[in-house]
């Protein structure tokens, strides 16, 4: 009761002093002469969040790279040790491939699948295309590990001879296979295969959504006028369909990969990183948490990172074309 | 416009009230209030047995101790010393994790008298969490033996089984089971992302036996490599009893597949579907709960004998769950002294479905609830040698990483063993 009266106190408190504090410095910034009014009263907005944005992201961010020349405890300095050691281990390499499977895989056909979708879901009746297009958007509503849970159903393995409980090993022992533990078939990165295919569910939904709308957005008499010229609709959809909500798919797509490139849960619960299935979040969790390696962790953060940076300068600068555009 | 910008003040002023409140939150420090909080990772219906154990301790000291069960321990207690809110007393199941903390902890030798605490306790255990300033910073307050042997009672002694006294009779027991038609062994070891650990227990316990206690504590330094004649003698002893086509309920793949919980299963079933299982006590509480109420009626056990030309006498591999000071105030200490002492454990011993075993050799082997668990009690504390866990002692990269998933790809076939154990000298911490 105390406690939540306490949590109550401190919200009003807290909003109501960054709500004089605003107040205060716009009044005073008022005072000033016109000139600098005009000067300085963006900054007194926008300031305060700047500095925050500096506190919480920045300054992490160069700590994290910091820390990556330092030891396991984050006390001595030991150079790119951390990074000589990584790629020098073989498990990390796979992690490394693993990681860019998932990239290369897991946006391409969420996308892909998500445009078919909502494509032929646009053909449909409303009713009929309401109903689908719900069912589809339900894994998104899923958390990572709850459809974890429910794909452990569909792979699971039982003994030949019980009665196979797993939908997949049900339908192959059906078609006449010995049932097969398929989480731990890493021939030819099936296992991983099996796992990207959780993820692939979930974001179908979030991409048929979003490209849906850019289909409907697309106007119909341009459609005609191909279809008047004799196009076909393939040559329609491909030609005059895709280029006008091209914006859309570039964007859901890098929305997905940026997704993609912090994929954990689905591996932690699945497979636990075992059997050539590690990914580099699930190795940075177990650097920092299980191994306590500040240093190693911190390392593997700064590849993922420098990782993640030609994506982001990409996106950022289509942004700002797109604003140009306007 | 207008209201477009009232809209931009709301949101950030909304912003940093929340950072302002996130920022009005934590703080307070440990002073001596006559509250001693225990914080440890006993869960389930042991931990409602240990809450007896504590609420009697709270009676006679008159101390306000309460224990609280964090699950994911590990992570948790590294970001609660990390985030300097570390509790009183903290239980570890690993000593690994305990000596990463040490400096944030009190020395025992400071606070309490050690030689009088451990002198009856079972040999080997008080210096498992030892640092290297030699200095002790942990000691068990229970433990598990997992060198266990479970055998179902009465099947075992009706088809004539003997209690095998060494290593080759225990070989021709399994083979005799064998030719009777029933699997000998159970074992599976799917743990999550822990799947991996009950391979090293077996590993453990035949470098052990093979090497003896002085090169198994070598061996857990990595003063003898993993790529070691002992350490490949360990494994293909551990492949030839359990591996063997036919020596076990389930396949390789079958064994990796299922969840360790589940493993002993078959061996209270009704004909019993295997007739050794080994594994520490705790396994009770994974039984079904006809087994659980009355285990003397289902099960017995005998401890994983000596390997001819090995270890001479009786070693027994185990856990424990070991207690470590954060502060050395009045309160604390006397809380300490009530917990390494034979008397402690004996309310929660007699706890339905506890998984109690007292590390004092004088422990009143009566206060057990069953037979079952006394016999084990008893068997351990008439053990020549008694070592912790070797991958809990190892670096967190080796013991919960490497050791784990290496011996998981060996047993899989994905890996040679030669390869297994190169790999994971490779992936040591250099210092």
Request: charge should be negative.
């Amino acid at each position: 009761m105390l406690k939540i009266l306490n949590g109550i106190l401190a919200i009003l408190g807290g909003v109501g002093a960054s709500l004089a504090l605003f107040w205060l410095m716009n009044f005073a910034v008022e005072r000033l002469p016109s000139k600098w009014s005009e000067r300085l009263k963006p900054w007194v907005f926008a300031g305060p969040a700047v500095l925050f944005i500096t506190i919480f992201l920045v300054y992490p961010a160069v700590r994290t790279i910091v820390i990556s020349f330092f030891d396991k405890r984050g006390e001595n300095f030991i150079g790119i040790d951390n990074y000589t050691s990584l790629f020098g281990d073989s498990a990390f390499h796979n992690t490394i491939l693993n990681t860019l499977l998932w990239l290369l895989i897991v946006p391409a056909f969420a996308v892909a699948t998500g445009l078919l979708v909502a494509v032929l879901a646009d053909r449909l009746g409303p009713k009929a295309e309401k109903g689908t297009k719900s069912l589809i958007f339900l894994p998104m509503a899923i958390s990572m590990v709850g459809a974890s849970t429910i794909f452990r159903f569909v792979y699971e393995w039982r003994p030949a001879g019980d009665p196979q409980i797993g939908l997949l090993n049900a339908v192959w022992t059906a078609l006449g296979g010995e049932p097969q533990v398929w989480l731990q078939q890493s021939t030819g990165r099936l296992n991983s295969l099996l796992l990207m295919v959780i993820l692939i569910w979930m974001q179908t939904g979030y991409c048929m959504v979003l490209l849906s709308s850019a289909i409907k957005g697309v106007p119909e008499d341009t459609v005609e006028a191909a279809r008047m010229d004799g196009a076909n609709e393939v040559q329609a959809f491909f030609r005059i369909v895709v280029p006008q909500i091209w914006a859309t798919v570039v964007t859901v797509f890098i929305t997905v990969f940026i997704g993609v490139m912090k994929i954990f849960d689905i591996v932690y619960v699945m497979t636990g990183g075992n059997f050539n299935t590690n990914v580099v979040a699930l190795a940075f969790f177990k650097e920092l948490f299980e191994f306590s390696n500040d240093g190693r962790s911190a390392a593997i953060v700064v590849i993922l990172l420098i990782a993640v940076t030609p994506v982001m300068y990409y996106q950022v600068r289509r942004f700002k074309a797109e604003e140009a555009m306007r | 416009m207008r209201q477009s910008r009232s809209f931009r003040l709301g949101a950030v002023t909304a912003l940093a009230g929340l950072a302002l409140t996130a920022c009005a939150g934590g703080g307070g420090g440990t002073t001596d209030d006559n509250k001693v909080e225990i914080v440890g990772a006993v869960s389930g219906a042991n931990a409602v047995a240990l809450q007896t154990e504590i609420a009697a301790l709270a009676a006679s000291t008159g101390i306000d101790v309460t224990f609280t069960t964090i699950p994911d321990f590990d992570t948790v207690i590294q970001s609660r010393v990390r985030g300097n809110n570390p509790p009183d007393i903290a239980v570890f199941p690993q000593p690994g994790v305990l000596l990463d903390l040490k400096d944030d902890m009190v020395a025992l030798d400071d606070v309490i008298d050690l030689p009088t605490t451990t002198k009856d306790m079972i040999p080997g255990l008080s210096t498992v969490a030892v640092a290297d300033d030699g200095k002790t910073y942990g000691l068990p307050w229970s433990i598990n033996a997992k060198s266990t042997v479970w055998y179902p009672v009465p099947e075992f002694q009706d088809a004539g089984y003997q209690i095998p006294a060494s290593q080759a009779e225990l070989e021709a027991l399994t083979a005799q089971i064998k030719a009777d038609g029933t699997p000998p062994w159970c074992f599976a070891f799917e743990a999550g992302a822990a799947t991996g650990w009950y391979v090293t227990d077996w590993i453990e316990e035949y470098v052990l036996r093979i090497g003896g206690p002085e090169v198994y504590d070598q061996w857990v330094k990595h003063e003898i490599l993993f790529d070691s004649p002992v350490v490949k003698q360990a494994a293909e002893t551990f492949e030839k009893l359990i591996l063997t086509p036919g020596n076990a309920v389930l396949d390789r793949q079958g064994m990796a597949a299922t969840p360790w919980g589940d493993a002993l299963q078959p061996l209270v079933a009704s004909p019993p579907g295997c007739f050794m299982g080994r594994q520490a006590n705790f396994v009770i509480g994974f039984w079904p709960p006809e087994v659980q109420a009355d285990p003397s009626k289902f099960v017995s056990s005998f401890l994983l004998p000596p390997v001819e030309g090995g270890f001479d006498g009786q070693a027994v591999l185990g856990g424990g769950d070991l207690a470590a000071a954060f502060n050395d105030n009045e309160s604390t200490k006397k809380i300490l002294e009530a917990l390494f002492s034979p008397e402690f454990g004996q309310t929660w011993a007699q706890q339905p479905n506890n998984d109690f075993v007292s590390p004092y050799a004088t422990f009143d082997n009566s206060k057990y609830i069953s037979s079952t668990v006394a016999k084990v009690g008893e068997a351990v504390s008439q053990a020549d040698t008694f070592r912790f866990d070797g991958s809990d002692q190892m670096p967190g990269q080796v013991g919960s990483g490497s050791f784990w998933t290496e011996m998981t790809a060996w047993v899989t076939e994905q890996e040679t063993l030669d390869q297994a154990l190169k790999n994971i000298d490779a992936s040591w911490p250099a210092s």
